[in-house]
C-alpha cells in the first residue's frame, strides 16, 4: 500500500484505471503472482462443488475431456464455423453436450459468443487454423478489453505436420503465428501437442477465464484430438481471501471518507454485474441512502426504476443533466467495479476529483491517493455494506417517472433519435434485451428510461461495429426468455446484419431496429466526407434472402410504436426499417460533439 499526501486537486483520468489489462495468466501487472478473482471464486465454487461429484474416468480422449470440461464449467453452446484442421474437433463437438451452432462468419461468431458469455458466465467459439481464427480476432479483442469470458477453441495442423516445417494451407508465417497473435487478446493460451500435458493446459485456460472475466484461447492440432490422454481431477475451487490487515485499512479509509461527506453517490460498474456482486453494491446504497449512477457498460446492472437511481453518468454524455450534476459536485464518488475508459468519462469531459474518490475493482481498491491491493473486491463490498454507516439526507432531483405515453397528435410526427429511443423504452420490461450496435444507437441508447427493468448489452468500451445483430443470437441462446432488441446503425447492419439468417434457422426472434440514417451519421458528425457513403440498400428484403421473419417500415412515431407493439406479439424475426433524418442525432451525440468543439475551442483561445 502506498500512501502520498494530495497536494491540490487532481483529476480522475484514465491512467488511474486499475482494470486495465492485467499481465498473462499467472502474473500480475507488477509481475507478483495473481491471487484468484473475486465473484468468480463464488460461482466457481458453487460449480466445482456441483460437479467435482463425478471424476473423470482416469484416460479419456482429447476432443471428449475438453468439450466435457467446459460442458461442466458452463459451457452449452458453441459458435463457430468449421475448416479441415477443424473437422475432428467438431466431430467430438457434436457428439458433446455442447450444442454447436454454425454462423455465417466468424466475426459473427465471435460477437456472439461475447454477448452470449455476458449473460452465461462463460461461453464459447470454435474455428479453424488462421482464416477462421483471425477473422475472430477483433471480436475477441472486444471481449478482453470488456472483460467477457470467452473460449476460443481452434484447429489446427497436425503435430506431425509440422515436423519439418513446411508450408500448409492457412499457415501465415509460422506454426506459432496464430497463438502468438492470440496472447495479446487472450489471459491464457495453449496449443495441445503433449497428450501427458493436454489435460492440465485445458483446465489452465478453462480456469484463468472464469478467474479473470477474460477470453483464452486453445489450440486442438487435428492429429491429436481423437488421443487418448490422461486425465486429471476438476480442480477444487479455493476461495480466494484478502489480507486482514490492508483489508481492515481500505474499510477504514472508504468509510472516513463517507463519514464527512455530505452527499456521497455510488457509480455501479460493470465489474458488479460480471462478478456477481450488484446485491450488496445496491445493499450499500440502501443502508447509506446515496443515489446509484451506472455508465454506459454497466446500464442495467442496477433496475432503472430503483428509487436510488440517478441515470446514466459519462461527463457530457450523461443521460440526464441532474445525474452530472449530482455526480460532479458529489463529495466522495464511490466508483465499484467500474473501468476508467474515455467512453465512461465521456470522451474526457468528465469531472472528476481524485481527492473525493474511490475506485475499487476486482484489481485494486484506489481510496483518494492510496492503493491497496491484495484485497478481494467481494470482502472489501461486504466489508463496506455491513459497516456501522450513518444514512444520508438524501432527496431524489429527479424521482423515477414511467416512459410518457405517445399522444394520438403525435402519432404522425416524423422520427428522430430521441423519439425512437423514447417510444422504444415504453414496450421494454424484463423479458427484453436491448443489444445495441456502435453509432448512435450507443449514444442514443444512454436515454433509455423504461418503467421495468431491462436488460443492456453494448460493446460500449471497445465500440467495434457489428456486434448487436450477433450478439442478439448470443443473448437469446443464452437465456431464451429474453427478447433481443436489437438497436443497429445502417452502416453496422451492412457489416453483420446476413447473421439474421442463423436467428431464422435457429427459430430465434430477434427484433431488429435498422437505424437508417443513410450512411456513417456518427462519423459525418465528425468530419463528413465521401467516406461516410455507403449503399442504399433495401434493409426489409434480408427476410426475403434468408427465408424468415417480417419486415416493416416506420417513418412515423405511431409506426414505430405500431411496428414494436406487433413485432412483440410475434414469434419471429422482425426487422424495422427505421426512417430517420440524415442530420438527425440523440442529444447524447449532440451534446457530445458541442462539449468536444467547445473544449477544442478553448484549448485555441
Ligand atoms: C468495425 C468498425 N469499423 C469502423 C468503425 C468506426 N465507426 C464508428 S461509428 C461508424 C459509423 C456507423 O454507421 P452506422 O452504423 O450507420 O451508425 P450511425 O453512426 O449512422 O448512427 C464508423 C464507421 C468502428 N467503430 N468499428
Ligand atoms: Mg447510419
Given at each position: ?7 491540490r ?12 489489462p492485467?499481465?498473462?495468466?499467472g ?17 466457481t ?6 460437479e ?5 474416468p482416469?484416460?479419456?480422449?482429447m476432443?471428449q ?12 453452446h458453441?459458435?463457430?464455423v468449421p475448416?479441415?484442421?477443424a ?7 457434436d ?15 465471435g460477437?456472439?459468443a461475447?454477448a452470449?458469455?455476458?449473460?452465461n458466465g462463460i ?10 481464427g ?9 471481449a478482453y478489453?470488456?472483460?467477457?469470458p470467452v473460449v ?11 515436423e ?10 509460422t ?17 495441445l501437442?503433449e497428450?501427458?500435458?493436454a489435460?492440465s ?9 472464469l ?7 486453445i ?5 491429436m ?16 481471501s484478502?489480507?486482514p490487515?490492508?483489508l481492515?485499512?481500505?474499510?477504514e ?5 463517507i ?9 455501479a ?7 456477481g456482486?450488484t ?12 443515489p446509484i449512477?451506472a455508465d ?11 428509487p ?11 443521460s440526464d443533466k441532474?445525474?452530472?450534476d ?7 464518488v ?6 476508467i ?11 472528476l ?15 483518494t ?6 484485497v478481494q473486491f467481494?470482502?472489501y ?7 456501522r454507516l450513518?444514512?444520508k439526507?438524501?432527496k ?10 405517445l ?5 404522425r410526427d ?5 423519439e ?7 414496450h ?8 445495441s450496435?456502435v ?16 436488460e443492456?448489452?453494448a460493446p460500449?468500451y471497445?465500440?467495434?461495429?457489428g ?13 431464451p426468455?429474453?427478447r ?9 447492419f ?7 439468417s442463423t ?23 465528425i ?14 428484403k434480408?427476410c426475403d434472402?434468408?427465408g424468415?421473419?417480417?419486415?416493416t417500415?416506420a417513418?412515423t412515431k405511431?409506426e414505430l ?17 427505421v ?9 447524447q ?9 467547445r473544449l477544442r ?5
Amino acid at each position: 500500500m502506498a500512501r502520498r499526501k494530495p497536494s491540490r486537486r487532481t483529476p480522475l483520468t484514465l491512467s488511474d484505471n486499475p482494470s486495465a489489462p492485467v499481465g498473462r495468466e499467472g502474473k500480475s501487472r507488477n509481475g507478483r503472482p495473481h491471487r484468484d478473482g473475486n465473484g468468480s471464486a463464488a460461482e466457481t465454487v458453487r460449480r466445482a462443488a456441483r460437479e467435482t461429484r463425478d471424476a473423470f474416468p482416469p484416460r479419456m480422449p482429447m476432443g471428449q475431456f475438453l468439450f466435457d470440461y467446459l460442458h461442466r464449467r458452463g459451457v452449452r453452446h458453441s459458435f463457430g464455423v468449421p475448416g479441415d484442421f477443424a473437422l475432428p474437433t467438431f466431430a467430438w463437438l457434436d457428439k458433446s453436450p455442447i450444442k454447436s451452432i454454425t454462423m455465417c462468419h466468424e466475426p459473427g461468431a465471435g460477437f456472439a459468443a461475447d454477448a452470449y458469455s455476458r449473460l452465461n458466465g462463460i461461453g464459447l467459439v470454435c474455428v479453424t487454423y488462421c482464416v477462421g481464427g483471425l477473422n475472430v480476432v477483433n471480436a475477441i479483442a472486444g471481449a478482453y478489453a470488456e472483460k467477457s469470458p470467452v473460449v476460443v477453441i481452434s484447429g489446427a495442423p497436425g503435430r506431425k505436420d509440422r515436423e519439418k516445417d513446411p508450408l500448409l494451407h492457412h499457415k501465415v508465417k509460422t506454426f506459432e503465428t496464430q497463438r502468438r497473435v492470440y496472447d495479446e487478446v487472450t489471459v491464457a493460451s495453449a496449443t495441445l501437442l503433449e497428450e501427458e500435458r493436454a489435460a492440465s493446459e485445458i483446465v489452465r485456460c478453462v480456469e484463468a477465464c472464469l478467474r479473470h472475466k477474460r477470453p483464452v484461447y486453445i489450440e486442438v492440432p487435428h492429429d491429436m484430438v481423437d488421443r487418448e490422454i490422461p486425465t486429471v481431477e476438476m480442480p477444487r475451487a479455493v476461495q480466494p481471501s484478502s489480507d486482514p490487515e490492508i483489508l481492515k485499512a481500505a474499510l477504514e479509509e472508504t468509510l472516513e471518507l463517507i463519514d464527512g461527506a455530505k452527499k456521497p453517490v455510488l457509480l455501479a460498474g460493470v465489474e458488479l454485474h460480471r462478478y456477481g456482486l450488484t446485491d450488496i453494491a445496491i445493499r450499500l446504497a440502501e443502508r447509506l441512502n446515496i443515489p446509484i449512477a451506472a455508465d454506459l457498460l454497466s446500464k442495467s446492472a442496477v433496475r432503472e426504476n430503483h428509487p436510488l437511481y440517478l441515470g446514466v453518468y459519462g461527463g457530457a454524455m450523461s443521460s440526464d443533466k441532474h445525474v452530472r450534476d449530482y455526480v460532479e459536485s458529489s463529495d466522495c464518488v464511490l466508483m465499484l467495479g467500474t473501468f476508467i475508459t474515455d467512453m465512461n468519462l465521456g470522451i474526457y469531459t468528465a469531472k472528476l476529483d481524485r481527492r473525493r474518490t474511490v475506485l475499487a475493482t476486482s484489481e485494486s481498491i484506489l481510496v483518494t491517493y492510496h492503493k491497496y491491493e491484495d484485497v478481494q473486491f467481494g470482502d472489501y463490498l461486504e466489508g463496506l455494506a455491513s459497516a456501522r454507516l450513518k444514512p444520508k439526507k438524501f432527496k431524489h432531483p429527479k424521482p423515477h417517472s414511467d416512459p410518457v405515453p405517445l399522444k394520438k397528435s403525435e402519432l404522425r410526427d416524423s422520427l428522430t433519435m430521441k423519439e425512437v429511443i423514447r417510444v422504444l423504452s415504453l414496450h421494454l420490461d424484463e423479458n427484453c434485451c436491448v443489444v445495441s450496435d456502435v453509432g448512435d444507437a450507443i449514444f442514443g441508447a444512454v436515454g433509455i428510461r423504461t418503467a421495468r427493468r431491462a436488460e443492456f448489452i453494448a460493446p460500449a468500451y471497445y465500440l467495434s461495429m457489428g456486434f448487436a445483430v450477433p450478439g442478439g443470437i448470443g443473448v437469446e441462446t443464452a437465456n431464451p426468455t429474453l427478447r433481443p432488441f436489437v438497436l443497429v446503425g445502417d452502416g453496422a447492419f451492412q457489416m453483420t446484419g446476413t447473421e439474421l439468417s442463423t436467428a431464422v434457422r435457429l427459430g430465434l426472434k430477434p427484433i431488429v431496429l435498422v437505424l437508417n440514417n443513410d450512411g456513417y451519421g456518427t462519423m459525418r458528425k465528425i468530419r463528413d466526407g465521401e467516406f461516410n457513403v455507403i449503399s442504399r440498400w433495401d434493409y426489409g428484403k434480408i427476410c426475403d434472402l434468408v427465408g424468415g421473419g417480417v419486415a416493416t417500415e416506420a417513418t412515423t412515431k405511431g409506426e414505430l410504436d405500431g411496428a414494436i407493439r406487433s413485432a412483440m406479439g410475434s414469434n419471429t424475426v422482425r426487422v424495422i426499417d427505421v426512417k430517420l433524418p440524415r442530420d438527425d442525432m440523440s442529444p447524447q451525440l449532440a451534446s457530445m460533439s458541442a462539449e468536444l468543439a467547445r473544449l477544442r475551442g478553448a484549448k485555441k483561445g
